[in-house]
C-alpha cells in the first residue's frame, strides 16, 4: 500500500489498517487525525509523538496485540490479521533449540507474573537465544524501569510495521 492509497482510506479501513501496527486505541484514534500525511517521514515522526504521548494503560493494551515471544500456536490462531508480519518478525524462534524455547517460555511466564504484561522486545534481525538474553536481563528491573523500555521496544515494532504496510 501506497501513502497515497494510505491517505484516501475512509477512517474505519484506515484504523484497521494502522492496528496492523500498533493496537492501542487511543494511538489508532490520534492517527487517523492526521490523515492526510504529507510523506513517510512525516508519518513515523507523528506516529513516535502519538506514542510518546500515550499513556502507560495504552502502552499495555498495545502489548496485548503481540504474541509471547516463542508461541507459535498464538501466532497462528489468535493474531491472525499480523500473523505473516509477527512470524517474520520472531523468525530466529523457529531455528531454536528446545531448551532455549523451554527457557523462553519460563522467562515469559516469570515477565508476566512480575510486569502484569508479555515481554516485548522488538524481535526484527534477533535469535531466539539473544531474545531469551534480553528477557534475562530485563527481569531484575523495576516496574518503572521496565514499562519505559518496554514501551520503547513497541515504538521500534511500530515503525517497522507501519514501513511494511507501506511496503505491501
Not at 43 to 69: G, M, Q, V
Not at 95 to 118: M, P, S, W
Not at 119 to 148: D, Y
Request: proline residues 4%.
Amino acid at each position: 500500500m501506497t501513502l497515497q492509497q494510505l491517505n484516501t482510506l475512509p477512517k474505519p479501513a484506515l484504523a484497521e489498517e494502522l492496528t496492523k501496527c500498533c493496537g492501542a486505541t487511543n494511538w489508532v484514534n490520534s492517527m487517523c487525525e492526521i490523515f492526510p500525511v504529507a510523506d513517510e517521514q512525516t508519518l513515523f515522526d507523528k506516529a513516535k509523538a502519538i506514542w510518546y504521548n500515550l499513556s502507560e494503560a495504552d502502552w499495555r493494551e498495545a502489548f496485548t496485540h503481540h504474541p509471547k515471544i516463542g508461541d507459535v500456536n498464538s501466532l497462528k490462531e489468535k493474531f491472525a490479521s499480523t500473523s505473516k508480519w509477527a512470524e517474520g518478525e520472531q523468525g530466529a524462534v523457529k531455528q531454536a533449540g528446545q531448551q532455549t524455547l523451554e527457557d523462553l517460555a519460563k522467562g515469559n511466564e516469570a515477565y508476566e507474573q512480575k510486569f502484569g504484561y508479555i515481554f516485548i522486545v522488538c524481535a526484527t534481525g534477533k535469535t531466539a537465544e539473544e531474545m531469551l538474553e534480553l528477557l534475562q536481563t530485563r527481569l531484575p528491573n523495576s516496574p518503572e524501569e521496565e514499562i519505559k523500555i518496554a514501551m520503547g521496544e513497541q515504538d521500534k515494532i511500530t515503525r517497522i510495521r507501519l514501513e511494511k504496510l507501506l511496503a505491501a
